[in-house]
């Protein structure tokens, strides 16, 4: 084996391991067992999946990585993540203490809650590796474009447990990365063949390492440590390592946790009868052979230094690091051991065998052998801290107040959103300059073409429209280049989600700010759910523009239509949802969302706050192919902060006001029909357009509490609005999607309410067709005025 590293400094790397080890332990014991938990559960923690990735992690950070390179850590090996930036003099002793308590350090590595500069959240297993993946494609995007030149080219690094790559988000990305050409991206593979319940099949590295080199990958299988090396080239050991080779996962797992003695027995009465490996096996001790027997690279230094130190390519890896889940502690290998904790007692004598004394358990160099300043010495000269606090920033760009966009008489939104977007794409501005596009193949339908056809599309190397070359007509020019702003994607939503959590995250990464706007089909939402929570808890700033939706998209398919986007928009933390009806409204909205998602989020949200107005967020348009008549009308700058706050009077409602129709989206013809149908029977009809149920509601929950925590002048958007509004009306909201999107606007002045909306879906038809079928047309509205409102019976209701 070529050495790479000298005694010296593997010795000194063996004392960080063992600190790894201890601090992680310890930090999970303290939180279950000594600190103060008066409600009676278990804090919980792993210390056996933590224990399998210390020397992997000790090797790459105190040893591989640079400054420039980002980690994604696998989940539960938080404490070791938390213990190694608590030794680099990045974590508190007091976060340690409340590992996993309230402001303490997180169960899971996070950027938005932790303070020791974590690089990538982890939690939701797959999500992690694949915001490695894209986040070196946004790099490349970046570096393309002659931004951020003056820094290294970093290598993103993704931590896994061998059971993630069950995910199937996995597998979107690696073929997205084999499209895209994704390099400098490492996956390092803790291969502990266990997972949460149990030991998994044999043979998987093998299909790993194929689909790994499919898509382009080096792989590196990491499998034996430098003493089981050695004992091979002894007499026997051949048949020795036929014999590791040839066992079961099970079984290796079992002797694992049983030992030496269970190891004798097992290899003797296997393999003993062979006179050389009886003696390879006879000349050690028990400890000595469970020691051999369980020295898998992924437990060996110089092994895994000698590994990654190899790598001479900026193509991706796989390293597959063969591990033991629980690697030293009591319960190492046995298959319950994934949430298992040590006993007091177990945890004694585990602080005797790391010379631990009690009382100084957060010791920094307590029970190492090096003298405390060789290990400081060695701790400050760590490259991987070197660079500072490791939290970009990035100037913000200028954002117009208005968008120019020239209103035709019957526009869609989605169509107002493409005209929006290609008047954009003719400034020169820097803001628009640093606009990146992307959908997961439709961007023509989406409406993304025209500002694709002038701005193109991404690729670090160009490749030409044959079409248009070649002079055939079409509308669409396909051209890539190292300069395009568009990326585009397979049909892989959950890829669409990480690439703008990538996208949205450079700022702080790269330190170069991009705006990223990503199309989809709304319904698709929920096909990338997860990867949108994802995106959201890590901060992630983008803008999401989700069209067609609802039921509006009618004959296009009842299997597209969404009902429950408009509640996920609301519950979603992290995002101000708008659904508007006109093309106006989304110029407000845009130039909103621009200068929005550059907003600085540092420190905690606070009541006055609670709409992100200070600290920001990513944005979701939902929107429709429906053309609808635009009204005329200039935009004012109280219309327009209206319209950001959630919602306007279309029609004011008078001082008797009997009904006040509220809407959100396409179906603004119908609540406009209705209340002009109702004005003769009902009086003084109120007419509200609701362009974000997200943030009008967000506004009055947060101004409730406010008025509870004592500052009684306390109003929001909609308390102002419904302030005028006599008791006794009746409200109808309606909506393209569930109607407990607005059921809620009942409650802000105890006004009687009935709430319209899609609660089934699946029908094709035309929109009239279906408004109707599901009751959210005119004649729906008004027979719902008249259910919730005295007086006579509304005329028009018979008519219709
Ligand atoms: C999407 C998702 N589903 C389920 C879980 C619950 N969970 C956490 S870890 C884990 C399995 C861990 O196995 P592996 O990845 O092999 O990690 P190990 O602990 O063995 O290192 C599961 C199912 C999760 N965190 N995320
Ligand atoms: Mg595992």
Redesign the pocket.
């Given at each position: 084996m070529r050495k790479t590293i000298s005694q010296d400094d593997l010795a000194i790397l063996g004392e960080v391991e063992r600190k790894v080890l201890w601090l992680a332990t310890w930090t999970i014991h303290y939180a279950n067992h000594i600190r103060d938990s008066t409600d009676g559960l278990k804090v919980g923690g792993?210390q056996?999946?933590s224990a399998?990735?210390v020397t992997i992690m000790t090797a790459l950070y105190f040893r591989l990585l640079r400054p420039q390179d980002r980690v994604a850590v696998?989940?539960?090996?938080s404490p070791n993540f938390h213990a190694i930036q608590y030794l680099l003099g990045k974590q508190t002793r007091e976060r340690l203490e409340n590992f996993r308590g309230f402001k303490g350090a997180q169960s899971y590595p996070s950027r938005t809650k932790d303070v020791d500069d974590v690089d990538f959240s982890t939690?939701?297993?797959?999500?992690g590796a694949a915001q490695t993946l894209f986040s070196s494609l946004v790099q490349d995007y970046v570096r393309a474009h002659g931004w951020g030149l003056h820094r290294p080219d970093g290598r993103m690094v993704a931590l896994?447990?061998?059971?993630?790559l069950d995910?199937g988000n996995i597998f979107e990305c690696l073929l997205e990365g084999w499209k895209q050409g994704v390099r400098n991206c490492w996956w390092v593979v803790?291969y502990?063949r266990?997972?949460?319940?149990a030991v998994?099949r044999e043979g998987l590295w093998q299909r790993y390492e194929e689909l790994f080199r499919n898509f382009g990958w080096d792989v590196v299988i990491l499998k034996y440590g430098s003493l089981l090396e050695a004992a091979f080239r002894e007499p026997g050991g051949e048949a020795l390592r036929q014999w590791i080779d040839r066992c079961p996962n099970q079984l290796y797992s079992a002797l694992v946790f049983q030992g030496g003695a269970a190891w004798r027995k097992h290899l003797e009465s296997d393999i003993g009868d062979q006179d050389a490996v009886s003696k390879l096996i006879g000349s050690r001790s028990d400890a000595d052979l469970a020691r051999l027997m369980t020295n898998l690279a992924g437990h060996d230094l110089p092994t895994l230094v000698e590994a990654f130190e190899r790598v001479d390519h900026d193509r991706p890896v796989c390293f597959i690091g063969y591990t033991i889940?629980g690697y030293g502690l009591p319960f190492a290998g046995h298959k319950d051991n994934?949430a298992g904790l040590m006993t007091t007692a177990q945890m004694e004598r585990f602080r005797q065998t790391m010379n631990v004394r009690p009382g100084r358990e957060w010791e920094r160099f307590e029970g190492l052998h090096e003298t405390p300043e060789r290990l400081q010495r060695f701790l400050d000269e760590v490259p991987f801290a070197a660079g500072g606090p490791r939290r970009l920033t990035a100037p913000r760009f200028a954002t117009p107040a208005e968008l120019a966009v020239a209103v035709q008489t019957e526009m869609s939104t989605q169509t107002g959103f493409g005209a929006l977007l290609n008047e954009l794409a003719r400034e020169p501005s820097e803001l628009v300059a640093r606009i990146v596009t992307t959908s997961p193949d439709v961007t023509v339908s989406t409406n993304l073409g025209s500002w694709v056809n002038r701005r193109g599309l991404f690729a670090r190397e160009a490749s030409a429209d044959i079409f248009k070359s070649e002079r055939i007509p079409s509308t669409f020019s396909w051209e890539f280049s190292a300069s395009g702003q568009h990326i585009e994607l397979g049909i892989a939503e959950m890829n669409l989600f990480i690439l703008l959590s990538a996208l949205g995250l450079s700022h702080t990464i790269n330190g170069e700010r991009l705006i990223p706007i990503g199309t989809l089909y709304d319904p698709f939402i929920a096909r990338g759910l997860?990867a949108l929570n994802y995106a959201c808890y890590q901060d992630a700033r983008f803008i999401l523009v989700a069209t067609p939706s609802g039921i509006t998209l009618a004959p296009e398919g009842g299997a597209h239509q969404s009902i429950a986007e408009p509640l996920i928009g609301m519950a979603q933390d992290g995002i101000a949802a708008f659904e508007p009806a006109f093309v106006d409204e989304i110029a407000g909205i845009l130039a909103f969302a621009l200068d929005y998602i550059q907003k600085d989020s540092d420190g905690d949200l606070s009541e006055q706050n609670w709409l992100r107005d200070e600290t920001g967020g990513s944005i979701y348009l939902r929107l429709s192919t429906r053309p609808i008549e635009q009204i005329k009308r200039a935009m004012t700058a109280p219309l327009r902060q209206a319209i950001v706050d959630g919602a306007y009077w279309l029609r004011e409602p008078g001082p008797n006001c009997q009904v006040v129709v509220a809407y959100a989206g396409a179906v603004a013809p119908e609540a406009i029909q209705a209340v002009g149908l109702m004005a003769e029977d009902r009086r003084d009809v109120g007419l509200l357009a609701v362009t974000s149920a997200d943030r009008l509601n967000a506004g009055w929950t947060a101004a409730m509490r406010a008025r509870e925590r004592g500052l009684v002048h306390a109003r929001s958007h909609i308390e102002r609005l419904f302030a005028q509004l006599p008791t006794n009306c009746g409200l109808v909201t309606v909506v393209d999607g569930h109607p407990a999107t607005l059921a809620w606007l009942g409650s802000v002045n105890g006004h009687r309410v009935r709430p319209l909306g899609v609660e089934h879906f699946g029908q094709t038809g035309t929109i009239a067709d279906l408004y109707c079928y599901y009751g959210i047309d005119a004649n729906a509205i008004i027979a719902a005025a008249q259910a919730i409102t005295p007086g006579a019976p509304i005329r028009h209701l018979k008519a219709m």
């Open positions: 792993h056996a999946s399998s990735l696998k989940p539960h090996a939690g939701s297993v797959g999500l896994l447990g061998d059971a993630e995910e803790d502990n266990q997972s949460l319940d998994i889940k994934h997860d």
